[in-house]
Nanobody, 124 residues
């Protein structure tokens, strides 16, 4: 079992950057595939990015490809989401999640553990 805590959200102007962190307060992240999801007001939760156990394999939603980078430091028990060139359309609550297998890593229903989320607001 693992408990996840996100941090790093905030208010940023369009074109700016933020780095989100997801740390395990209980358990170890090294045995989990990790994902970031986001949910904007009035919209469904959507996949943002995922990363394999060792970090060698990553996958991104088309909407963030080339702007966001997911990474992990298993020694620090932390996963990161570097977000660059932010636009108002990126405004959402960002949540990290963990799962045992890499199969269907874009589907939120396959994840076992979720954090509480961190708010990202991008002003125009």
């Amino acid at each position: 079992q693992v408990q996840l805590v996100e941090s790093g959200g905030g208010l940023v102007q369009a074109g700016g950057s933020l780095r989100l962190s997801c740390a395990a307060s209980v358990g170890t992240l090294r045995v989990y595939v990790m994902g970031w999801f986001r949910q904007a007001p009035g919209k469904e939760r959507e996949f943002v990015a995922s990363i394999s156990w060792g970090g060698s394999s990553t996958y991104y939603a088309d909407s963030v490809k080339g702007r966001f980078t997911i990474s992990r430091d298993n020694a620090k028990n932390t996963v990161y989401l570097q977000m660059n060139s932010l636009t108002p359309e990126d405004t959402a609550v960002y949540v990290c999640a963990a799962k045992r297998t890499v199969v269907a890593a874009t589907q939120d229903t396959t994840y076992n553990y979720w954090g509480q989320g961190t708010q990202v607001t991008v002003s125009s």
